[in-house]
């Protein structure tokens, strides 16, 4: 496994998701919170939606250190499990 490689991948593939998510809930009010029940399996009641260049930089920023952590890790298993 060609860990490298596969990191860029999973990091592009993470931003792009990641940006067309945030973009598609910033666009469609009342999208978000209708789908909070679903992703975290629980009522959250009244959630305000916050969309501002920070949050989006954190949560690009976020998920691409776990994607990347994750990728990582099976790299590592991948090399060392023959």
């Known amino acids: 496994m060609d860990t490298i490689r ?4 999973g990091l592009v593939w ?3 998701v990641w940006t ?5 809930v910033g666009l469609i009010p009342g ?6 029940p679903y992703l ?3 009522n959250l009641g009244s959630v305000e ?5 920070g949050n989006f930089i954190g949560g ?3 998920w691409n250190v776990i994607v990347a952590a994750g990728i990582a ?5 991948s090399n060392s499990i023959k």
Do not use: R
Request: aromatic letters at 8%.
């Open 40 to 42: 975290f399996h629980l």
């Open 20 to 24: 067309v998510c945030y973009l598609v």
């Open 73 to 77: 890790l099976a790299g590592v298993l």
């Open 31 to 36: 999208l978000g919170p209708g789908l909070l």
């Open 14 to 16: 993470t931003s792009i």
């Open 60 to 62: 690009l920023v976020l």
């Open 6 to 9: 596969t990191l860029k991948i």
């Open 49 to 53: 939606n916050i969309f501002t260049i």
